[in-house]
């Protein structure tokens, strides 16, 4: 019989994904569906990005480059993270790839194997519990709820830490909760962390840009453990460019050669007009992002009031990101028309097909409890999607 590998069997396909195609696919029959599903800045990327890019395609930039992309995209990327995280890396610590999730996948690759123990705190990003999965090593999840504001805290983190573990994955700002750990918190879990030395500290920062509490902290700021942390990062969300592909890692030496090593075998260099559009995104003007966030804010204030106007939602206020993360559990064992609420992801379907608004489920993020809305779109469909939400939801009965 032909079948697929064990390993690929194992994992699970992308809820994100799955429910943004579902509502595609309503929307191609004709529904009016509003997507909330999806992580994506719906804003146009900056001219002057877009510009940078027609420029690299007239000078014929259509060759393979370099395997961790090419050194003045790099070395943009060591002089952004001096001049706004006073981080001290070399161009040879930075490896670029295709988008900040295959950063984040060749890192865990090179240096988690079977039996390897992860640390990652739930609610977490869907992916990283697959690529774990992946690399054939062992989640450990550490849960923190709404009453702590998604993240965990030191306590929690020392008792999770067990001979085999191997790494730690935090996000901050956080997809899906968009909660922001503050330095106090970091410096807190970076004092566990340095009692290990053999743990690997992988920090997404991909929201970095997108945070409404003032300064974006790293947990890299911290010199007792910088040798042991990889920060992840890239243009997708800051930039308006999850098209185009770039993300990237700044790491110890040793991690940066072994990604480095591990893409040439299986994509080699990232897009080069791409790259050179994420170059000018960072030596460019900053008023783009300042722009956009201003905007994302404006919608976190909304989303919070409409969503602390729906009963039985549980409503916090994220500090980053661009998503909304209620705790709907008051809606578990309820119906409509012959359809039981059992989980979040049985919310999430019912809001497609009986409110038109896509959004997912909580259950993908480890947090079953809750359901996740992006309001990365415009303020009149945020009004119109959580009035839909709201409706159907008194439904349920």
Known sequence: MLQVSERLAALSPSETLA???KSNELKAQGIDVINLSVG???FFTPDHI???AHKAIDENYSFYSPVPGYPALKNAIVAKLKKENNLDYKSEQIVCSNGGKQ???NVILSVVGPGDEVIVPAPYWVSYVEMVKLAE???VIVQAGIEQNFKINATQLEAAITPKTKAIILCSPSNPTGSVYSRDELKALAGVLEKHPEIIIISDEIYEHINY???HESIAQFGNIQDRVV???GVSKGYAMTGWRIGWIAAPQWIASACNKLQGQYTSGPNSV????????YTGSQECVETMRTAFERRRNLMVELGKEIPGFRVNKPEGAFYLFPDCSSYFGKSYKNKKIENSADLAMYLLEEGHVACVGGVAFGAPECIRFSYATSDKNLKEAMSRVKVALAKLV
């Open 50 to 52: 877009k510009a940078a």
């Open 274 to 281: 791409a790259q050179k559009a994420a170059e000018a995104a």
């Open 40 to 42: 994506e800045p719906d």
């Open 19 to 21: 429910m943004s195609q």
């Open 137 to 139: 090593g062992t989640n």
């Open 231 to 233: 920060i992840i990062n």
């Open 213 to 215: 509490v003032g300064k």
């Open 103 to 105: 950063s984040v996948c």
